[in-house]
């Protein structure tokens, strides 16, 4: 059973970092692409940033410059280092893996930028 487990969301205030994580149980791992989304409250689910299986990345343009996504295949992990926090960051972040017509989603951890 493919599982998505994320992790080291908190409370941060505004201009800290905070480094998420997200571990799969997903033997086929380095094929996927893989993907972090947030969702606030009220708000849709917006994709953050993308890492395809040859580490090309994609990021909003709302995140760019301060946030990275990166991958370990060794470990079936990909993580969100997310700098230079605000406010308006805070929301559930969620991981995503894709692979063709297959789709997995984590349970989502919350992130709260505040003073």
């Known amino acids: 059973q493919v599982q998505l487990v994320e992790s080291g969301g908190g409370l941060v205030q505004p201009g800290g970092s905070l480094r998420l994580s997200c571990a799969a149980s997903i033997s086929f791992f380095s094929d996927c692409v893989m993907k972090w989304y947030r969702q606030a409250p009220g708000n849709q689910r917006e994709l953050v940033a993308t890492?395809?299986?040859?580490?090309?990345?994609n990021y909003a343009d709302s995140v760019k410059g301060r946030f990275t996504i990166s991958r370990d295949n060794a470990k079936s992990t990909v993580y969100l280092q997310m700098n230079s926090l605000k406010p308006e960051d805070t929301a559930v972040y969620y991981c995503?893996?894709?692979?063709?017509?297959?789709?997995?989603w984590g349970q989502g951890t919350q992130v709260t930028v505040s003073s």
């Open positions: 890492i395809t299986s040859g580490r090309t990345t």
């Open positions: 995503n893996a894709a692979r063709y017509l297959y789709t997995y």
